[in-house]
């Protein structure tokens, strides 16, 4: 960073209690039980990066097919075409890791994760959703 004559664009994300979320886990190479991840709402869109290697970023979202076990992916830095892969369940309250392969779930590995609900648990000041 910071070599002269480049250009630098920076993401800059807040969480939002039943709205968002970031943070990180770590695989265990497991192929249909890896890591579970806690995020307090149902994700509606997540992005997954390894920090331990250039793989690209991968989105899981619940609109392609929009449900389990088929949340088809895509990658955030690539031209490549909506995969057919299966590697993350979405649930009402997180997301699990289906998948041993580097770009979400190998063991000891540390991935970082973003997160944004569909439908949160509880609003911005924590107080329970009515339901619909």
Do not use: H
Not at 58 to 82: H, Q, R, S
Not at 105 to 116: D, I, Q, R
Request: proline letters at 3%; a negative charge.
């Amino acid at each position: 960073t910071n070599t002269s004559s480049r250009t630098y664009v920076a993401f800059c994300f807040a969480e939002k209690q039943g709205y968002s979320k970031f943070g990180s886990y770590e695989g265990n190479d497991q192929s249909s039980d890896n890591a579970f991840v806690y995020t307090g709402f149902r994700p509606a869109w997540v992005m997954i990066k390894n920090t331990e290697n250039t793989y690209g970023w991968v989105i899981v979202n619940n609109k392609a097919l929009g449900y389990n076990p088929d949340n088809n992916f895509i990658y955030a830095n690539a031209t490549d075409t909506e995969s057919t892969n299966d590697w993350v369940d979405l649930y009402s309250n997180g997301f699990k890791i289906r998948s041993n392969t580097a770009r979400v779930g190998s063991v000891n590995e540390t991935y970082v994760y973003a997160a944004f609900a569909e439908a949160p648990f509880v609003n911005s000041n924590g107080v329970p959703c009515n339901a619909r």
